[in-house]
């Protein structure tokens, strides 16, 4: 997709609970796509109905987590895992950025904007960090 303004706009989605390095590389790495990134952050709700457990942190402290970071430019809220075509719509986004665990799961939004697969920072999950603390 060629983009005819030289404002391109990329957008991410997830949770970062317990922000680690994993999650700053990625916002890195999807900021390097763009001149703006967009964050969609996933509610407490929607992280329990796609991940079966609340967050440790509750939505405002993640999100204030995000806003403070340098690379993120906005952030808004993320209710719904398939509303994804309107979110980039409403946000003008003209580049998706996931992570590659992720790869292939929208590639039919290509009609609407880039789709772009990153690699995930070996060895770090909120996953394992959660399971290094309880043990």
Avoid at 56 to 63: D, G, I, K
Wanted: proline residues 2%; charged residues 30%.
């Amino acid at each position: 997709m060629q983009h005819k303004t030289a404002a391109v706009r990329v957008i991410t989605f997830g949770t970062f609970d317990l922000f680690h390095y994993g999650h700053l590389r990625l916002l890195e790495r999807a900021r390097a796509h763009g001149q703006s990134l967009i964050v969609g952050l996933s509610t407490d709700e929607l992280n329990e109905f796609k991940k079966g457990r609340k967050p440790v942190y509750a939505y405002p402290e993640r999100e204030a987590i995000l806003r403070g970071l340098r690379v993120v430019d906005q952030v808004f809220a993320e209710e719904s895992l398939d509303a994804k075509a309107d979110y980039i719509r409403e946000q003008q986004a003209d580049i998706l950025v996931m992570g590659d665990d992720w790869r292939g799961r929208f590639d039919h939004l290509a009609d609407i904007c880039d789709v772009v697969y990153l690699t995930r920072t070996p060895s770090i999950s909120t996953t394992a960090t959660i399971e290094r603390i309880q043990s």
